[in-house]
Every structure is written in structure tokens, then in C-alpha cells.
């Protein structure tokens, strides 16, 4: 696992308030997890992978489960939320979701701790964060994407969405941060020797975002207050870093958009950082 960044700058700097660290922990159909967390508030986005990587992958941000307050879950899939029975055994973090995902969690697995349900399309507060889900095209039950606000800093959460509606569009287009599906390569999914069904459901409005899709979502909604993107959910067999960066890229340039353009890893946290007034670029860790 790789992990370059100095922990104790990242705790310095959220320290010293206003400002919102973020760290994709994991991104992939093999689990997700995002931390976002300022002095005062510290949560979890999906908690889609081992217990054992959650606290690896966190200890590296100098960051332990005690100190989170809360998981938000997007939506019921097992890449979203297979972590949640041993993790809530061990420490009853309070589950946010929304009721119909709610029940899906709980056909799925044993909760050890409270769900805190709030309603799609409805943002409210969480100490010190804003947080506002809205509702997204995918082939669950009341999937949802999150922006998180802290004063004038906003971070975008979406993955997993068959087609990016007018209200993604409208959710997303004030972030200075975005975690944005690029799952799969359409080419790519029609040669794999995937089963068919599996190839109707990546590519219908039900299904994933290509890269293509990503591109051209993150071509509406660019602004100049965006200076980061991960590209998040890339499938391994039916696309590439490389390939994924590319697309997404040669769509921003020619926009002459100056965005910093990252992968969200599978298998590794990817480098924390800081997002708030005069943060991001200066504050990075390196
Ligand atoms: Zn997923
Ligand atoms: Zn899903």
C-alpha cells in the first residue's frame, strides 16, 4: 500500500479549522469508502470494505474509529456496505441513510448500531457539515450521490448512476471538489467476455457512468472554483487508469480547464487532502 503523504501536516491544517480533509479509502466493485472529516465532524461515505483495511487505511491519516461519528451509505450493495456488520460490532457508529436503503441494508446483514434516517432530496446538518443527497439513476433501491458543504467549501460524491440527470448536474455544479464515477470504457464492455445480462446492466440508464459520460458531465458542470477530481468506481476488466485519465482530460482541456485529475485506487487509500479557504492548492499534501 502506498502512502506518501505526511499525516500530522493533514491533521495541522484541518486543526486549525474551516477547513474539510478528504481521503478516498477505496473505489471499485470490490468496495467503497471515502473518509471526509474537519476537527469537528469525521465521516465515512460507504463502508464497503474489511474492518481490518478500514483501520489500515485510516491509521495512515492518523485517524481511528472512535473519532468517526457517522456513516453515510449511498446505497445497498454489497460494495457499499459489506463492512458494516463487523465495523458496527465493534464500534455502534450511527448508519445515515435513507429508509429504503435502510431496509435494504437490513435484509442484507446484521446492524450493531442505529440508523439515522434522513429523506432523499433533503439536506441537513451534521455537526459542523452540511450534507445534501440526491437521488441518482441506478438499479437500487433509493440510491443517492452526497455533496458535503463546511462554510464555502463543497465536495461531490457520485458514483454508481446509469446517466447523469438534470439534478446531478444541478447537485454537482458548485463543487470545488468531485468524486465522479468513470467506470467502464463502452468498447471495452461490449468485447469483455462478460455475460450478456451483465453488459445490458453496466451500460443501461440503470447502470454505470462510461468514460465518456464522466467527460461530458464533467464538461457541463466545470467551473473555475473546481481544482480537484478523482475519478472513482473504474472497473478493472472493462477499463484503465490511463484510458479513464485520458478521456476525461482531453474533454477539460479543451476547455482549457485547469482541474487536478486523480484516480480513486481499488486496493489503496489515495493521498488525504485539504479543502478551504486558500486550501487546496496550497495545503496539499505531497
Ligand atoms: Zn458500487
Ligand atoms: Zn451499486
Known sequence: MIFDGPCVKVKRFVNEGMMICCCPLASGSKGNCVYVGTEETKILIDAGISYRQL?????QMEISLDQIDAILITHEHADHISGLQTLTGKYPIPVLANSETAKGILEALSLHSKFKIFSTGESFEFGDLEIFPFSVQHDALDPVG?????????????????????????????CDYLYLEANHQVSMVH???????????????????????????????????????????????????????????????????????????????????????QALSSCDVR
Not at 55 to 59: G, I, K, P, Y
Request: proline share 2%; hydrophobic share 40%.
Open 146 to 174: 452526497f455533496t458535503v458543504r463546511r462554510e464555502a467549501s463543497q465536495l461531490g460524491f457520485c458514483t454508481d448512476l446509469g446517466f447523469a440527470t438534470t439534478l446531478v448536474k444541478e447537485s454537482l455544479k458548485k
Open 55 to 59: 483501520v489500515l487505511r485510516l491509521s
Open 191 to 277: 468485447s469483455s467476455n462478460r455475460p450478456f445480462l451483465y453488459k445490458q446492466r453496466v451500460l443501461s440508464r440503470q447502470g454505470h457512468l462510461s468514460n465518456e459520460a464522466c467527460a461530458e458531465l464533467l464538461s457541463e458542470i466545470y467551473h473555475k472554483g473546481l481544482k480537484k477530481v478523482h475519478l472513482a468506481h473504474l472497473s478493472s476488466e472493462c477499463n484503465s487508469e490511463e484510458l479513464a485519465l485520458k478521456i476525461v482530460k482531453e474533454r477539460l482541456d479543451a476547455l482549457g480547464a485547469e482541474v487536478e485529475l486523480l484516480i480513486a485506487y481499488q486496493d489503496r487509500a489515495s493521498r488525504p487532502f485539504i479543502l478551504g479557504s
